[in-house]
């Protein structure tokens, strides 16, 4: 992952010599996004929010929301790449607190919304509130079922459901899981 890291920072360092334009701030946004992901995938939290708020927030300012030379970035990515560390470092309510501030319906990639949703869910399951889990795999269901039922993560989080589900909506539990193959 440090080698993705380190490439993604040497392009983006060749970028800022060049002509300044919305898609080169877009694309150095993006790379900056791969330092940050490198950074908490290697669980260095404070690196990782230290190089958001500091060097992808700012290029995310200049080149506002949208899809700038096809990189999806903006302050709505930041935003999503907040929670995801949160929700890595093991911090679901802080995780939660950033979700809450995002306007997914906006987002211009329903991939982005998959993510997302996807996200949100893993942060209650770490809080084992489970039905907000089945609720938001609901939402992804209807969003992209063959998604869901590719996802690993999302797979694992229904098997999860399955493992310790009230009876209060065992059924309905155990109908996604059949819907995504599992049962």
Aim: charged letters at 30%; proline letters at 4%.
């Amino acid at each position: 992952m440090d080698e993705a890291k380190e490439l993604a920072l040497t392009a983006g360092e060749q970028i800022r010599h060049e002509s300044v334009t919305p898609e080169l701030t877009a694309k150095q946004g993006a790379l900056e996004l791969v330092a940050v992901v490198a950074d908490a995938r290697q669980h260095r939290w404070w690196d990782a929010r230290d190089r958001l708020d500091k060097k992808a927030g700012p290029l995310s300012e200049r080149v506002g929301e949208g899809n700038v030379g096809r990189t999806v970035f903006g302050l709505a990515n930041i935003k999503l790449h907040a929670k995801s560390i949160e929700m890595l470092a093991g911090e679901a309510a802080e995780g939660l607190r950033v979700a809450d501030r995002l306007d997914t319906p906006r987002m211009p990639s329903s991939k982005r919304r998959f993510t997302f949703g996807l996200d949100v869910a893993r942060c209650y399951d770490l809080r084992r509130e489970d039905a907000s889990v089945y609720v938001h795999l609901l939402g992804l269901e209807e969003l992209a079922p063959e998604d869901l039922a590719r996802s690993p993560q999302g797979l694992a989080l229904v098997a999860g459901l399955l493992k310790r589900v009230r009876p209060t909506y065992q059924r309905q539990v155990t109908d996604l899981a059949g819907r995504l193959g599992l049962v």
